[in-house]
């Protein structure tokens, strides 16, 4: 093979991958990006061909926008916290199990991928609605009834249950790459069982932390399918809006405007996030 | 009482007998090496002493004190673990001062016996840098500065070297005991490697399927061995089988035509025995010559000495001979081989008998 052939080489191997991404999100993206720009006429609908700056205007402008906005990334947030407070011990402990329980409880962490989001969705409508289970416990011991269907509350509870394996994930991998024997020098020390977590443990798979909480963030704040079913007609996030602006209003381009903010703000917070924790860790962790 | 004292300590992990009824007394300032092949039990002796596994039975006692179900954190021993363990998050001198702030140590004072620490084992330029910036052998010393830093009663060493290049290994060998000698901790050391124990301890348990089989002084272990196996796992040993034939002021020993006189004593007349030689106790002297004729089969140049495999009528023997500038002997010439009388140990053919033979 001449040098020339072997240059190309990896360009052809990566080529089937690169077509897909093409096809399925540059040109999508793209199209996406200029349908945003597009005059919308109430009467006529979309006029390609001529421009404006009109809807991105209407967003910035209309406090509206602001609230559905700033909803959606402190569900995420929050979502995203609630996720390292229970799924960084989660892994810890999965990772402490012996086989054949270690399998079994990964596989239970991991069941929520297995089953559709919608069916998770009408489930959790189930337990959390008026007549659910949950008010019927809260009923037996004299609470409630509680309203938690269709508030902020059950989007939480829902996106926290489906998200809670790309924060295990992760933060397993690192716990696997971590010595055994880091944790009896720490006791052998004198560092109490607690202090070898905090000093010792959880410095090491902060990386596992960061990458599983930058991926729930991002992953709620594209959320749909719960929102739109938990969170009801009234209690939007961006992704639903962006839903009812396609379907309901077909002010596409509005719609599409949506989108790309969602997408750049999605972009910066997570990239502002990753650069601030990160950089902490890189030096030491590699 | 000596300083460290193991009476019976047994390990079980579920029916299995991991270590079995450990009887060792280490005296203060003392290096012991448990020495044997891996599955052994010597790591799991070690992992006991620190507080890593619990003990099945038995008591282990430091200075005095019952640590015997105490935890690990409250022992306050220095360890080096076989992979390091070295906080990666942390530099150099964070990992080493992390036992001393654990023990509340004011900063102060603390920068100065890690500084300390450092400086004995010649890392005092590297204190700023992470453990991924160094290479093994300066990790390794890195372990032992923040096992040492702590002044432990007892330095538990888990094959402190087997992660090492050669060369490095023997360097560190002998740095390891200057180091040993110069703070004086009572450290007790595991490895599989003869050599490695031999050239560093004060004594060695010699360990065989979960028990100690001989605790003794290096130079005795290789020179008596007890057993078949010791004599074959410290260094090499030519082993001859043979039959007593008389006992008296000497122990006559029959090998097929060879007649041998041996000072070992306690061995019934027709037992069967094995007659131990040392390839280096071993010589080749002239044809003709020696208590035994044989054929060069091969020959190994081994620097400072010549390794030659021998044809006899008794088996093949292996002789060491030094490389003193004498022509070597060529494979298929014939040779005789001689020993002096005190060079050779008698040990019971059948191991079963191993434990009643005096040592």
Redesign the interface.
């Known amino acids: 093979m001449n040098a020339h052939a072997r240059k190309s080489t990896p360009w052809w191997l990566s080529a089937p991958a690169l077509v897909l991404f093409t096809v399925l999100l540059l040109v999508p993206l793209g199209l996406t990006a200029v349908l945003s720009f597009n005059v919308y006429d109430p009467a006529l609908g979309v006029k390609s061909g001529e421009f404006t700056l009109e809807h991105y205007i209407h967003l910035f402008t209309d406090s509206y926008y602001y609230g559905i906005f700033w909803r959606t990334f402190w569900i995420s947030a929050l979502v995203a916290l609630i996720c390292v407070l229970i799924g960084t011990p989660e892994a810890y402990v999965l990772s402490r199990m012996r086989n054949p329980w270690r399998s079994i409880l990964l596989l239970v962490v991991l069941a929520p991928l297995l089953v559709s989001v919608v069916v998770r969705a009408f489930g959790w409508s189930m337990l959390l609605g008026p007549e659910g289970l949950v008010n019927g416990l809260l009923g037996v011991f004299g609470l409630g009834p509680v309203k938690i269907l269709y508030t902020e509350t059950a989007i939480v509870i829902a996106l926290v249950h489906v998200m809670l394996p790309f924060m295990v994930i992760p933060v397993w991998t690192s716990l696997q790459k971590l ?1 055994t ?2 944790e ?10 607690f ?1 070898t977590l905090r ?2 443990v959880l ?2 798979v902060m990386p596992g932390i960061l990458s599983g909480s930058l991926i729930v963030f991002g992953l709620a704040a594209s959320s749909f399918a719960i929102p739109g079913l938990l969170g009801g007609r009234r209690l939007k996030m961006v992704a639903t809006v962006v839903y009812d602006e396609y379907l309901h209003e077909l002010n596409w381009p509005l719609g599409a405007a949506v989108a790309l903010v969602l997408l750049v703000a999605n972009l910066a917070v997570m990239l502002s996030y990753n650069r601030l924790v990160e950089g902490r ?1 890189k ?4 | 009482m000596s300083f460290l004292q193991l009476t019976g300590v047994t390990k079980y992990y579920g029916t299995t007998c991991a270590v079995s009824a450990m009887n060792l007394s280490v005296e203060k300032g003392e290096f012991v090496s448990l020495l044997g092949p891996s599955g052994c039990g010597k790591t799991t002796t070690l992992q006991m002493v620190a507080g890593f596994e619990a003990v099945s039975s038995g008591r282990i006692e430091l200075d005095g004190q019952d640590i015997t179900t105490a935890k690990a954190n409250t022992r306050g021993l220095g360890i080096v673990f076989q992979t390091y363990a070295l906080f990666p998050h942390m530099t150099v001198a964070d990992n080493v001062s992390f036992g001393l702030e654990m023990r509340k140590m004011p900063k102060a004072e603390r920068q100065e016996r890690v500084a300390q620490a450092l400086a004995l084992v010649h890392l005092e330029v590297h204190a700023k840098k992470y453990p991924r910036e160094l290479s093994g052998g300066q990790r390794q010393r890195v372990a032992l500065a923040r096992a040492l830093v702590i002044e432990p009663p007892v330095l538990l060493l888990d094959e402190p070297l087997s992660n090492l290049d050669a060369k490095l290994r023997e360097e560190m060998q002998f740095e390891l005991r200057q180091i040993q000698r110069k703070v004086g901790t009572t450290t007790i050391m595991v490895t599989h490697d003869q050599s490695e124990a031999m050239s560093i301890s004060d004594r060695v348990v010699v360990m065989e399927g979960g028990r100690a089989t001989q605790i003794d002084h290096p130079h005795r272990v290789y020179e008596h061995p007890r057993t078949r196996f010791i004599s074959t796992f410290v260094g090499k040993a030519n082993l001859l089988e043979g039959r007593v034939v008389s006992v008296g002021s000497r122990t006559r020993v029959e090998i097929g035509p060879l007649a041998v006189d041996v000072d070992d004593a306690g061995f019934r007349p027709g037992a069967a025995v094995l007659l131990s030689v040392r390839p280096e106790k071993a010589q080749l002297v002239a044809a003709g010559s020696g208590r035994l004729q044989g054929v060069v089969g091969e020959r190994f140049f081994l620097g400072s000495q010549w390794l030659y495999r021998v044809g006899t009528p008794v088996g093949d023997l292996m002789v060491l001979s030094p490389n003193d500038g004498r022509d070597a002997l060529d494979e298929g010439q014939a040779a005789g081989i001689d020993w002096p009388d005190h060079c050779t140990r008698l040990l019971p053919a059948d191991e079963a008998t191993a434990e009643g033979v005096p040592a």
């Open positions: 010595d024997g880091v009896n020098a720490a006791l052998s020390l004198g560092a109490t069982p202090t000093r010792i410095p090491q860790y030096k030491s962790l590699g």
